[in-house]
């Protein structure tokens, strides 16, 4: 069975501050996507990274950036100068590959509620 | 663009009552589920279609039906509606064909109250 493990349920930073989500899933599917999901306060899932099982880069998208290591099964997931506006309940999330019979199911971790204060 | 259409958004129901959650997605996908995010939790599966015609259960499916007929829609349906029901219904679909990896679209949600 697959698990993902957000141990963060709340953090609060300081506007500017540099923050760091933890994501550590189990899994024993060799092929597997991970994902990260924000959820502002209007609650829409707003979708930010896919990252497969195959692919150990680190990827840096403005402010955010991603480390992968499968040594650690861990995807965390950094924010560099917080603003308020980051503030949000994020997810992580792992599916195995996409099957005929399983499609694409998700397995989310519990959330981390973002605070970032002015 | 619709993507994946919820409807409604927000609906009270008194506890035996029944309803069904409307999903539709307009980008010919083969997979769609169902999701329900219970307050300070994450989403959890309920039920999945790999197709017309094909439906399974995911890992919370007591108290839900679910049927589809087309491609397009993915209906979820509450037949003696129970408070532990009360949370926020997410509709998703995906594509198998997707080269790139599996891109998940996810609706706007649905919030049910059961009183």
């Known amino acids: 069975a697959q698990k993902v493990t957000q141990a963060q349920t709340e953090i609060s930073v300081v506007e500017k501050e540099d923050v760091t989500l933890d994501c550590v899933y189990e899994t024993r599917d060799t092929t597997y996507y991970l994902f990260w999901y924000k959820q502002p306060p209007s609650g829409e899932l707003v979708f930010l990274i896919r990252r497969n099982s195959f692919d150990e880069q680190n990827e840096i998208s403005g402010r955010y950036s991603w480390n992968f290591q499968k040594s650690t099964s861990s995807f965390n997931f950094t924010i560099t100068a917080s603003q308020v506006v980051d503030s949000a309940v994020y997810f992580c999330a792992l599916s195995e590959a996409p099957g005929e019979t399983s499609g694409s199911r998700l397995t989310f971790g519990e959330g981390t509620q973002l605070t970032v204060n002015p | 663009n619709a993507g994946v259409t919820q409807t409604p958004k927000f609906r009270i129901l008194k506890i035996g009552q029944s309803m069904t959650l409307q999903c539709t997605q307009d980008?010919?996908?083969?997979?769609m589920y169902w999701y329900r995010q219970d307050p300070g939790m994450g989403l959890k599966l309920i039920y999945y279609s790999v197709g017309a015609g094909i439906t399974d259960k995911g890992e919370v499916p007591n108290g839900y039906n679910v049927s589809r007929s087309t491609t397009e829609d993915f209906p979820l349906r509450l037949e003696l509606a129970a408070p532990s029901q009360t949370s926020v219904y997410f509709c998703a679909s995906s594509y198998s064909g997707d080269g790139s990896g599996n891109t998940i679209y996810f609706g706007e949600g649905s919030w049910l109250t059961v009183v």
């Open positions: 980008m010919n996908h083969n997979y």
